[in-house]
């Protein structure tokens, strides 16, 4: 006998304390503190703090924990967390070329004013797995150096002395903000930067790799990577100057590019330009590649019909937010679609079956 | 109920935005008004659009209703009940009468709406045209020039494959002789309702930044053509519950040997006729337990 579908809202709670209980796990192992996420899994976090477009360190452990290491479900905690927060004020551009940086390294000169600096970074470590760290054992304290207080330039500033790369224009109008105004396409460069550093990582990795391979290539160098603290500064109406209200970590890549010129622009490099929150030079590089794929319009060159090329696609498909929603809600009921699918298929089936047998 | 929210969750500036396009959307029926759609503490895809768009719209004298597939109890109606219950406060109602406020999922309730109800419609794309012409910016171009031929012929080439139109739920309307609209993915059972209907009806979607509406009364003309005119349909059967013949209704398996029920997919109007006295083929006793 048929029983009503009734009961929706005692299984909502049931499956919410059932939850709670898994994503606590075997309570005779530890309990994760906020801290030790935030401090261990600090890649984890600094991702949650890109694509969630808020930098706080311990809200994006928090969210880590909640969601059970889903990141995409962190993320998505932190975006609903920051809709809820007032806008304070607007801070002044940053100043990345003032960087402390903590890593600091180009592709495209062995040397140059400032240094290369490898700084923490998985790049020419071995990936064997280290058993030693299953075994819980404290490392070693890395050897230390005074830091260097000689200015570190940026190298695409080095190359503009010379005219060699295409210099950006240069504005005080305050950019539109994606999670203020509807996106509206076509997408200025300011909008389309906010969209991929909130992008999802692997989209905008996959973007960029697609564009390495020949779906829009651009024939990237990285110029100039760089991690470390930028000071955030802020203009105070009463005081009538700024102050510094605290540092935020980030991540920038500008990749030089080869143009040939074109009709309107003489022969120069071009760039390409990633900034992300935290340490997170995969995303950084991968955004400049989709920025430089991006900006064939404005230097004049052919649109091949590459996916990293097309703004739209591109913009409209990066926010791992937007797509989980859409792509996640296909398990809700559609029974009353589905119910009308079923007449239809019903009735065209008979229709045609009827057809045949006439025919037959 | 005290709330660490504001009323209805949404801060003020960002309700009034959102009322300006809704506004908007009324005094230009069917166009599709980009708003600045908020991140909501519910995935895309679960009716952020509708619900920003009943939070805009809450009073706190009003009555809720929330319905998913045309019924009061399924998980996501609950959920987001629950939702305006803790942020506003509201009353809530599973009645149709008597709510000011429904909130929907895929129908359009059975009971006729009345002059001062708002209806609010989830909506996951809002582009009648986008599986025709998958980019936004030819999309509103096409609105722009009414250029609607693309739509003409698919509907063509639906009837000359099938012999009919086979398009069963989200049927696309022409709003007031001007704008092609899509009216959410109801069964095309329902499109005789959005027509000339006195409630105000509110179309969000959240994901896609845009919302559109239907004012009191206006014309809403499911696309056809002369010779092969727009039907509704349903499926043949009457309610097992409470015998209805006109209200739309769920198939439900009942056995592993094909056994099947017919109920209405309106739990509040099937429950309202039962209780009139009215009883389907197995609406007897223990059924609806």
New interface residues.
């Given amino acids: 006998?048929?029983?009503?579908?009734?009961?929706?809202?005692r299984?909502?709670d049931a499956a919410h304390a059932w939850l709670a209980e898994e994503r606590r796990g075997d309570t005779s192992v530890a309990e994760l503190s906020v801290a030790q996420i935030r401090e261990q899994l600090a890649l984890a976090v600094n991702r949650v703090m890109a694509e969630g477009s808020l930098y706080d360190a311990d809200l994006a452990a928090l969210a880590i924990k909640q969601s059970r290491g889903d990141l995409i479900e962190a993320i998505?905690l932190i975006?609903?967390y920051?809709?809820?927060l007032?806008r304070l004020g607007v801070s002044l551009p940053l100043e990345t070329a003032e960087m402390a940086v903590s890593r600091r390294i180009s592709a495209t000169f062995k040397d140059l004013p400032g240094g290369q600096i490898l700084g923490p970074t998985f790049d020419y470590t071995h990936r064997l797995l280290d058993f030693k760290l299953a075994a819980e054992g404290e490392v070693a304290a890395a050897p230390t150096a005074p830091a260097s207080l000689e200015p570190v330039p940026h190298v695409t500033g080095m190359l503009g002395r010379d005219g060699l790369i295409q210099s950006e224009a240069y504005g005080n109008d305050t950019p539109s903000d994606l999670?203020?105004?509807?996106?509206?396409?076509?997408a200025s460069r300011p909008l389309r930067l906010q969209a991929i550093t909130r992008g999802d990582e692997g989209f905008i990795l996959s973007m960029a790799y697609s564009t390495q391979r020949g779906y829009g290539r651009t024939h990237a160098f990285v110029g100039e990577l760089r991690i470390g603290a930028v000071a955030v500064e802020m203009e105070i109406p009463e005081l009538g100057f700024s102050v510094e209200i605290g540092e935020v970590e980030l991540t920038e890549c500008e990749t030089v590019n080869q143009f040939k010129g074109s009709k309107t622009e003489p022969p120069q490099f071009t760039r390409g330009y990633g900034l992300v929150f935290g340490q997170t030079e995969r995303k950084a590089i991968a955004m400049s590649l989709v920025d430089r794929a991006l900006r064939w319009k404005e230097l004049g060159e052919d649109f091949t019909g590459a996916p990293a090329q097309d703004e739209?696609f591109v913009l409209?498909h990066s926010d791992n937010?937007?797509a989980?929603?859409?792509?996640?809600?296909?398990k809700?009921?559609?029974?009353?679609?589905f119910?009308?699918?079923?007449?239809?298929i019903r009735?065209?089936r008979r229709?045609a079956m009827a057809h045949k047998e006439a025919a037959e | 109920m005290a709330s660490e929210y504001n009323f209805a969750y949404l801060d003020e500036q960002t309700k009034r935005m959102i009322r300006r396009a809704i506004l908007k959307g009324v005094a230009i029926p069917g166009y599709q008004v980009p708003f600045a759609s908020r991140e909501m503490p519910m995935p895309y895809g679960w009716g952020t659009g509708g619900v920003q768009v009943t939070a805009a719209c809450l009073v706190p004298e009003d009555r809720l209703k929330v319905i998913d597939q045309g019924a009061d109890d399924t998980t996501n109606a609950v959920s987001i009940r629950r939702f305006f219950q803790r942020t506003a406060g509201v009353a809530v109602t599973e009645a149709t009468a008597d709510a000011t406020v429904i909130q929907t999922r895929h129908r359009i309730p059975e009971t006729p709406l009345t002059e001062g109800q708002i209806l609010v419609y989830q909506v996951p794309i809002p582009e009648p045209l986008r599986f025709l012409e998958p980019r936004e910016t030819e999309t509103r171009k096409m609105h722009e020039l009414e250029d609607y031929g693309l739509m003409h012929v698919k509907l063509y080439e639906d009837i000359a494959r099938h012999g009919q139109i086979a398009t069963a739920y989200d049927y696309p309307v022409k709003v007031e002789g001007r704008y092609v609209m899509d009216p959410s993915p109801i069964p095309k059972f329902d499109n005789p309702k959005l027509a000339r209907n006195p409630a105000i009806q509110l179309f969000g979607a959240g994901r896609e930044q845009r919302i559109y509406a239907l004012p009191p009364y206006a014309e809403a003309v499911s696309l056809d053509f002369d010779d092969y005119p727009f039907t509704a349909s349903k499926a043949d059967h009457q309610c097992d519950l409470c015998d209805a013949s006109g209200s739309y209704l769920d198939e439900v398996i009942t056995d592993d040997q094909g056994s099947r029920m017919y109920v209405c997919s309106d739990t509040d109007f099937c429950r309202g006729r039962r209780e009139a006295g009215h009883v389907g083929r197995l609406g007897g006793g223990e059924a609806g337990q």
């Fill in positions: 006998m048929y029983v009503a579908v009734k009961g929706g809202e299984a909502i998505f975006r609903a920051r809709t809820t007032p999670t203020r105004e509807p996106m509206e396409l076509p739209e409209m937010i937007q989980t929603g859409f792509l996640e809600h296909i809700l009921p559609h029974y009353v679609d119910q009308a699918e079923l007449e239809m009735k065209l229709e």
